[in-house]
């Protein structure tokens, strides 16, 4: 069995990436693994139970559905502190569905506790900034897009 730590930014701005974490992180979890997934920026707005049964990605489950197959599953999900102030997300909606509120040693953690790193890079338009990881002293520089797996 593997960990995978699954960090994203796609939210209400488009269901259909949205989604893709947690049918991914879904079948991860299916086949064995345990996943944690940590939403940033727009994806926080996700925790929000309203927004979530609004959103229908194109050829997937509503991303309700998802959700709730993620939670039953298992999967730890865990929203950015910073960013679910900035949207208007209270604790409450968070505890409402056993989640957790992450910062940045939360994501941290998360990522440090893994063996290894080995990104999934998913497609995306838009090139965010570079961002600088370091795991077991060992520096890894890649671009960032708004979807990351990590796995050890």
Do not use: Y
Not at 8 to 29: E, I, K, Q, Y
Not at 109 to 125: D, F, I, N
């Amino acid at each position: 069995m593997a960990k995978f730590f699954v960090k994203s930014s796609w939210g209400s701005d488009d269901p259909t990436r949205a989604a893709m974490v947690f049918g991914h992180s879904n079948a991860l979890a299916k086949a064995g693994h345990e996943v944690r997934i940590f939403l940033v920026g727009e994806a926080a707005l996700l925790a929000k139970e309203p927004i979530r049964e609004a959103l229908f990605p194109v050829g997937w489950p509503s991303l309700a559905d998802q959700w709730r197959e993620s939670v039953s599953l298992g999967i730890s999900i865990e929203v950015c502190e910073r960013c679910r102030i900035a949207r208007g997300i209270t604790p409450e909606d968070i505890a409402a569905f056993g989640g957790k509120i992450g910062t940045p040693d939360t994501f941290v953690a998360g990522v440090s506790s893994l063996r290894s790193l080995q990104w999934h890079v998913t497609a995306c338009p838009i090139r965010m900034a570079e961002f600088t990881v370091a795991v077991a002293g060992c520096m890894r520089r890649n671009p960032i897009t708004s979807g990351r797996i990590w796995r050890s």
